[in-house]
């Protein structure tokens, strides 16, 4: 891969077994000791997810994206893409970049997991605090299914991104909004997506769930967590309505799917609840204007989180 095609605040940093595509956003830092952002995307998901929170950062904090192994200017990991493996080579790019300074990391969905594997491959002590963006708890998978077979047999054919309400509600510019949505159609982004989410996605929770990190809160001590709860009834829900529309599902399937919608929240506040037993220092906030993808909708509660890890260092150890 040419490195002509990186924007002029990305460069491909060699991991030892293969590159990936770091992009540096905002100032440089004063000193070593100053906190930088680090932002992780979800399954299925690169670094242009979080546009419009970077932006809305401005020239306020140092903050770094990346695509993962296989996404958009990275180059393909020999290494399946389990969220182990994929902390393992996040902790690469981190050392070969390289980034000294404490770090605060921003994830969304399945980098909650990726984040707790983090912390569980390196420890904690260059983390100076954590954003949880409706974030996947290792649970998570006991509990709610946002794959279940029923759910998208009554959205089949159904554009996600319109349907989620992404498509009218987004926070990005015109062009940040055509650059996210023309990277997935590409064949190197679905191969990735593939072996992802269809390969490794699952798998991943019980590998982290077998490591109890959970017996061993807080597991990092005083030190500020974030925790941003998205509100999952209203993707499903304009999945549902979406569905329908189109003459979806059997009236067993639409009614099943009806009572999903009805407990999805709750059961996802309660898992928002348990990362706040990560740190003795914790806060919890709802997006009651987003879905899912709130980095997306209201990237400005991200901000907020950010603001708040900071705000809030002075007091932690």
Do not use: C
């Amino acid at each position: 891969m040419a490195s002509s095609t990186l924007p002029s605040n990305g460069r491909l940093v060699n991991i030892g077994t293969h590159s990936l595509a770091l992009y540096t956003n905002g100032p440089d830092s004063s000193s070593s000791n100053e906190p930088v952002v680090v932002f992780i995307s979800g399954v299925a998901s690169d670094a242009l997810n979080w546009q419009a929170v970077v932006r809305l950062l401005g020239t306020s904090l140092r903050s770094y994206t990346y695509d993962r192994s296989g996404y958009r200017n990275s180059e393909p990991s020999p290494l399946a893409p389990s969220a182990e493996n994929v902390a393992l080579e996040l902790s690469l790019l981190i050392d070969k970049a390289p980034i000294l300074n404490p770090l605060i990391l921003v994830g969304h969905s399945w980098a909650g997991v990726i984040m707790y594997e983090y912390i569980a491959l390196k420890g904690t002590n260059q983390i100076a605090g954590l954003v949880f963006v409706d974030a996947n708890h290792e649970t998570a998978p006991l509990v709610m299914d946002p794959n279940d077979p029923i759910l998208w047999a009554v959205a089949a054919n159904v554009d996600p991104y319109s349907a989620w309400g992404l498509e009218a509600e987004h926070k990005f510019t015109q062009e940040e909004w055509d650059a996210f949505k023309a990277v997935k159609t590409t064949e190197k982004h679905k191969l990735i997506v593939h072996k992802e989410d269809v390969e490794n996605y699952i798998p991943s929770f019980e590998t982290l769930r077998k490591k109890e990190l959970s017996k061993k809160q807080p597991l990092v001590g005083n030190k500020p967590v974030y925790v941003i709860g998205g509100t999952r009834s209203r993707d499903w829900s304009g999945l549902y309505k979406a569905g329908v529309a189109k003459g979806n599902g059997t009236e067993e399937q639409k009614s099943y799917v009806r009572e999903l919608i009805k407990t999805i929240d709750a059961k996802n506040k309660d898992l928002m609840k348990e990362f706040l037993k990560l740190s003795t220092r914790s806060e919890l906030v709802f997006a009651t204007e987003s879905g899912h993808f709130v980095q997306i909708t209201q990237p400005e509660i991200v901000v907020d989180g950010v603001n708040w890890v900071l705000d809030n260092l002075s007091e932690s150890s």
